[in-house]
Nanobody, 120 residues
Framework: QVQLVESGGALVQAGGSLRLSCAAS????????MGWYRQTPGKQRELVAS???????TYADSVKGRFTISRDNAKSMVWLQMNRLNPEDTAVYYC??????????????WGQGTQVTVSS
């Protein structure tokens, strides 16, 4: 099974930028959607951004215009470029690979997460 490893999390000042990377141990081409989620203590994990196989992207309202998701199937990589960060962006960020097979079986794979902390 494909494994996902996130990197790039760090402590950054408000207004700064970070680029998160998600490296897959195998091909991600079969996954219809690759996404980035985030979670803070006591809250549910929330979708930040997703990208389909064809490049269609979606973003949470709170990050539109600031974050950009991209994927490279050939490199088995997904990135999240985060600009104009604010303290509300502080969270553990998780990479997700989502696939629905022809028999409707759903496969979701998660990475271990990377911490992003934005200081004011």
């Amino acid at each position: 099974q494909v494994q996902l490893v996130e990197s790039g999390g760090a402590l950054v000042q408000a207004g700064g930028s970070l680029r998160l990377s998600c490296a897959a141990s195998g091909s991600i081409a079969s996954f219809q959607v690759m996404g980035w989620y985030r979670q803070t203590p006591g809250k549910q994990r929330e979708l930040v951004a997703s990208v389909g196989r064809g490049g269609t992207t979606t973003y949470a309202d709170s990050v539109k215009g600031r974050f950009t998701i991209s994927r490279d199937n050939a490199k088995s990589m997904v990135w999240l470029q985060m600009n104009r960060l604010n303290p509300e962006d502080t969270a553990v960020y998780y990479c997700n690979a989502h696939r629905v097979d022809y028999d409707q079986a759903i496969l979701d794979i998660w990475g271990q997460g990377t911490q992003v902390t934005v200081s004011s």
